[in-house]
């Protein structure tokens, strides 16, 4: 089962049951990792600055 988090309704949608499939994050494995989708989204950009700053050498936090 996929499961998104729409951003129009601001919840939990099921694949079949989405009517915005323009406006959606996901697909997730679970209900429950779409409702925590914020955490996830955190965390990779947290690591994609951490990569970002090792790329260009710069060990230093903003």
Not at 31 to 57: I, L, M, P, S, Y
């Amino acid at each position: 089962m996929q499961w998104y988090w729409c951003l129009t309704h601001g919840r939990v949608e099921h694949a079949d049951d989405r009517d915005d499939v323009d406006n959606v994050l996901g697909p997730y494995p679970s209900e429950e990792a779409a409702r925590n989708w914020r955490e996830t989204v955190e965390a990779r950009n947290d690591a994609w600055d951490d990569a970002d700053k090792a790329w260009r050498g710069d060990d230093e936090d903003d």
